[in-house]
């Protein structure tokens, strides 16, 4: 199938989205990992329409940032005061019109509450319309519980005659179950010609783009094409809608993953991200959430209850009940479990990170290992070096962060601090409770004087009873 192109793509996203009852307009709240308007806008992309108008309002400097983010090319026109769908086609042919080129295909007009809406869906539709040579043809979908949507009413010949918003609709048109999606291709000049006279005489008192199919029928054919996935056609307006949606793309994401040979015991409880990559033989274990662009390579397990945030994860290492972002892992590491990897560290192959170990900025080479409680910040130990439990490399002075080098093979007794800008050769030995301040040449033994003393005969002076 050839990629059919179009003269323009028009995206609405000017509506208020008051059922998500939020700060956040409805077409800036996210799918995994991603908004719905740079979901839309990306499947868009996909048709490579000539000109692409984003029509914003509601929160409009949020929602046109955004959309000049997900593409620098597109027009972003600002709806006016007057309400509705139809309105919003107006005021972005108002600013585009001089744009629409019919040698270039049709326009594609598309409200932005659709997440799974595919490249190929819209693909197939604008190929429809144009083998069926319509002067306009919709979207539709059939719902067992059409509540809320726009139905289709088509003529004795299968053809559209118009669409009735639920709040305008008889009871007769409320049975019917074939729906309006809101996604739309026109021929330019028909477009052009059934917008000019859009009024208000409705239930909303707004302008609804529905009437401009219905005045397309003076200009030609008015066509509906079926979508075959009716998942993938469906709308959001609140936030359980959002919930669901979301778990049926997850579900899809970790199917996928799971047929390219991943095991992923809970795909109820495991959410994956678009742009994840994961090699066979990975192992996904309950509670896990894998976001950005992570990578996870051959063999490694991720699990329980880890959160991978632009990770790298390489082969057969093991990451456990842990939260690491922007961190590389080496070959058969060991991380967890209650281990929190902030921004910045790269840990070899065979090293480990333990029970409640927090490292930001590290840089652990091969073999080495801090397994309990430590905080390891904007340092660097060498090869096969052992970090005693509860050791912290004091890096803050309180208006700069300061480096902390630790040579290879060093044995750090447990409880030390290493009071940063500080660096300790290979092969030193240190005492349990040093506060290392100064340098250590290699090969050294460093302990920190820590008198003991003993107060004989000590009573201890009990709290009375309540009573
Ligand atoms: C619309 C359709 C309905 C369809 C349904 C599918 C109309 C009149 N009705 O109803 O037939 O079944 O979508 O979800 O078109 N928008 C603007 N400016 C506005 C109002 C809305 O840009 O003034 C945008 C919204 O941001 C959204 C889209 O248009 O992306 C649809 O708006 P929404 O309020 O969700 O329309 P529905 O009432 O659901
Ligand atoms: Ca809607």
């Not at 002075?397 to 290879?408: A, C, N, V």
């Not at 030390?416 to 050769?425: E, H, K, R, S, Y």
């Amino acid at each position: 199938m050839n990629t059919p192109h179009l003269t323009a793509a028009i995206i609405l996203a000017a509506g208020e989205s008051t059922r998500m009852k939020s700060r956040t307009p409805k077409v800036l709240h996210t799918l995994g990992g991603k908004t719905l308007l740079q979901r839309v806008m990306s499947s868009v992309g996909g048709l490579n329409p000539a000109t692409t108008a984003v029509v914003v309002r509601f929160e409009h400097e949020r929602v046109a940032a955004a959309a000049s983010e997900y593409n620098p090319q597109a027009t972003i026109v600002e709806q006016d005061e007057i309400p509705g769908t139809g309105r919003a086609v107006q005021c972005a042919l108002a600013d585009i019109k001089d744009e629409l080129d019919p040698t270039q295909g049709p326009v594609l007009v598309i409200a932005s509450d659709m997440p799974l809406l595919d490249t190929a869906t819209l693909e197939s539709l604008t190929q429809a319309h144009k083998e069926q040579g319509n002067a306009a043809t919709v979207l539709t979908t059939t719902l067992d519980d059409p509540f809320g949507y726009g139905r289709i009413i088509r003529d004795e010949g299968g053809h559209v005659q118009r669409i009735v918003e639920q709040k305008d609709a008889n009871t007769a048109e409320r049975s019917v179950k074939e729906v309006n999606t809101s996604v739309y291709v026109f021929e330019p000049s028909v477009l052009l010609k059934a917008t000019e006279n859009l009024d208000a005489d409705n239930a909303q008192k707004e302008f609804y783009l529905t009437d401009a199919l219905e005045t397309a029928r003076q200009f030609g054919a008015v066509g509906a094409y079926v979508a075959p996935d009716a998942e993938l056609a469906e709308g959001i307006n609140d936030r359980v809608q959002l919930a669901r949606l979301a778990s049926i793309h997850n579900r899809r994401i970790c199917e996928a993953w799971m047929r390219e040979g991943v095991t992923i015991l809970d795909p109820a409880t495991t959410w994956i991200d678009d742009d994840v990559t994961l090699a066979r033989d990975v192992e996904v274990l309950p509670g896990s959430f894998l976001q950005g662009a992570t990578v996870v390579e051959e063999g490694a397990v991720v699990g329980p209850y880890t959160t991978l945030i632009d990770a790298h994860i390489d082969a057969d290492a093991h990451v456990e009940r842990s939260r690491v972002q922007e961190t590389h892992i080496g070959a058969r590491a060991t991380i967890g479990p209650w281990t929190y990897l902030r921004p910045g560290n790269d840990l070899a192959e065979d090293t480990k990170a333990g029970a409640y170990v927090e490292m930001k900025k590290a840089h652990i080479d091969q073999g080495s290992k801090v397994p309990h409680l430590s905080y390891v910040g904007d340092a660097h130990i060498g090869e096969h070096t052992n970090v005693g439990g509860g050791t912290i490399t004091a890096n803050y002075d309180g208006k700069y962060k300061h480096h902390t080098e630790i040579g290879s093979d060093v044995h750090v007794g447990a409880g030390n601090l290493f009071v940063a800008p500080v660096t300790v050769g290979s092969g030193v030995t240190t005492g349990a409770g040093s506060v290392v301040r100064h340098d250590v040449e290699d090969n050294a033994m460093v302990y920190s004087e820590n008198t003991q003393h003993a107060v004989q005969n000590w009573e201890v002076h009990q709290v009375p009873d309540a009573e």
